[in-house]
């Protein structure tokens, strides 16, 4: 009786070892993704680029919480959509290298959603800037 539970422990252990092992490498191939989307997309970096003048921004201009909190939703919506859109542009060149009609759609509306997620996310980034930016020129 007391084998089997030094085997189950040992066999528990190994199997959280794995498990741990599995959990760490899946952060390791989502970072190689975020890092591979930021080499290979040029988008990726204009995304980049407009979250840092935000956050410099957001600085200089003491944005509240709560608007830190919707600024940084805004960044990973947009960072994302623009991740899936790359990773959808992707499998559908390997599925379909050659030119065809319902891969452009595939392409285009994927490119699409990012497009409108900028949007959105300017409108709103406006929302919130504009009116400290105009008190800012006003009292000068």
């Not at 991740?83 to 285009?108: G, R, S, Y």
């Amino acid at each position: 009786m007391e084998k089997r539970k030094r085997e189950s422990k040992i066999k528990t252990k190994a199997e959280a070892k794995k498990k741990s092992k599995k959990l760490i490498n899946s952060f390791k191939y989502a970072i190689c993704g975020i890092i591979t989307g930021f080499k290979e997309e040029k988008n990726m970096r204009i995304h980049t680029l407009a979250v840092i003048i935000v956050i410099t921004l957001g600085i200089v201009l003491k944005i509240s919480k709560t608007e830190w909190i919707i600024c940084l939703i805004l960044f990973g919506t947009v960072i994302s959509a623009e991740l899936l859109n790359t990773a959808i542009e992707t499998v559908v060149d390997i599925a379909m290298p050659e030119i065809n009609e319902k891969a452009k759609i595939a392409k285009d509306v994927s490119a699409g959603a990012v497009l409108i997620q900028a949007i959105i996310s300017a409108i709103i980034g406006i929302i919130i800037f504009a009116p400290k930016i105009v008190a800012i020129l006003i009292h000068q």
